[in-house]
C-alpha cells in the first residue's frame, strides 16, 4: 500500500490550501493518521494527527489555522486544510498512516511567499 500526497503549491501570506492524502489499497488496522512537515536542515515536526473516533490534536504553530480530517466514505483518505499561511509554514508535507506498520507519502512542497 501507497500512500499519495497532493495539493501543495505555492500561495501568499494569508492564503490557503488543501493537502489531501490517498492510499492505493486498503490499511486495515489504523491507530492514527497525521501530517507532518519538514524544512531542510531541520527534523520532521509532527502537525496534526486524527485517531479513530475523530479526536484531534494540533501543534501550537498551526492551531485555529489548520483543520485535519478523514473522509467518512473512504477512511484512508485524508485532507489538511490550511488557512492564514504564514512564511514560517513553508515545509514539504508528509502524510503518515499508523497501524501495524507506518505508512509514509512522498511529500509535497508548500511555499508560501510574496
Known amino acids: 500500500v501507497q500512500l499519495q500526497a497532493s495539493g501543495g503549491g505555492l500561495v501568499q501570506p494569508g492564503g490557503s490550501l488543501r493537502l489531501s492524502c490517498a492510499a492505493s489499497?486498503?490499511?486495515?488496522?489504523?491507530?492514527?493518521m497525521a501530517w507532518y512537515r519538514q524544512t531542510p536542515g531541520k527534523q520532521r515536526e509532527l502537525v496534526a494527527t486524527i485517531i479513530n473516533d475523530g479526536a484531534t490534536n494540533y501543534a501550537d504553530s498551526v492551531k485555529g489555522r489548520f483543520t485535519i480530517s478523514r473522509d467518512n466514505a473512504n477512511k484512508n483518505t485524508m485532507y489538511l486544510q490550511m488557512n492564514s499561511l504564514k512564511p514560517e509554514d513553508t515545509a514539504v508535507y508528509y502524510c503518515?498512516?499508523?497501524?501495524?506498520?507506518?505508512?509514509w507519502g512522498q511529500g509535497t512542497q508548500v511555499t508560501v511567499s510574496s
Open positions: 489499497g486498503r490499511i486495515f488496522v489504523v491507530y492514527y
Open positions: 503518515n498512516v499508523h497501524g501495524l506498520a507506518d505508512y
